[in-house]
């Protein structure tokens, strides 16, 4: 069945650790993206990707760094998590031309919380 | 920039009636789409209903219709017949047309049914 994963569900972590959101999609798709929600549910674009070898800063500054080095896999890294990195991290994917759907698929979320 | 902006941070319905939720955005473009998600509570964010800016005809998804206003820039999600699954919280989403960008979000409506 084609999906959006994304690991670890949940995370606690402590000031200064390297952390990495996995982010996978069996689809195919060329398009996909990272959202974080503030815990007032609001959600922003932080980063998107066109295609392996692609990516591009979203709407809201952030500290962290993404990779597409497959189709299928899309990680977010924070080099050093600080306690204003807390939030939900959101992946998403959608297909790329005017004949697609424009829909966007997203996994289950990151709850990151930095101590 | 577009902006996209949900003016009731709350709504309550009865079950079995009728619920409408408000939308309204921002944008220079002529090409775009918008969309109306949902985000029930720890689960994944799921598409409700989509809408083309170049169609006049409104959307509708069994249950779940729009009231699309090009000229007044508006954008409202009908849900009729409510049910307990309908609670959760629903985004609604922009996206310009032909290009790879990412979704801009309102800050979303919390919907309660009241059984």
């Known amino acids: 069945e084609a999906d959006i994963y994304q690991t670890p569900r949940y995370l606690v972590i402590g000031t200064g650790k390297k952390i990495t959101l996995e982010c996978s999609q069996t689809m195919g798709h060329d398009k996909m993206y990272w959202y974080q929600q503030d815990p007032g549910m609001e959600l922003h674009l932080i980063h998107y990707?066109?295609?392996?070898?692609?990516?591009e800063k979203g709407d809201l500054s952030s500290e962290s760094t993404v990779s597409r080095i497959r189709t299928e896999h899309f990680p977010l890294t924070l080099e050093s998590a600080r306690p204003s990195h807390t939030s939900q991290y959101l992946c998403?994917?959608?297909?790329f031309g005017r004949g697609s759907s424009n829909e966007q698929f997203f996994g289950p979320g990151t709850r990151l919380t930095v101590l | 920039a577009q902006t996209v902006t949900q003016s009731q941070p709350e709504m309550s319905v009865q079950e079995a009636e009728t619920v409408t939720l408000s939308c309204t955005y921002d944008?220079?473009?002529?090409?775009?789409?918008l969309f109306w998600y949902k985000q029930p509570p720890s689960r994944q964010m799921i598409l409700v209903i989509r809408q083309e800016a170049y169609k006049q005809q409104n959307a509708t998804e069994n249950r779940f219709s729009v009231n699309f206003q090009k000229a007044a820039k508006s954008f409202s999600l009908k849900i009729s017949d409510s049910q307990l699954g309908d609670a959760a919280m629903y985004f609604c989403a922009y996206r310009r047309g032909g290009g790879a960008d990412g979704l801009t979000f309102g800050k979303g409506t919390h919907l309660i049914i009241q059984p």
């Open positions: 990707s066109y295609g392996v070898n692609s990516t």
């Open positions: 944008t220079s473009e002529s090409d775009y789409y």
């Open positions: 998403a994917s959608s297909e």
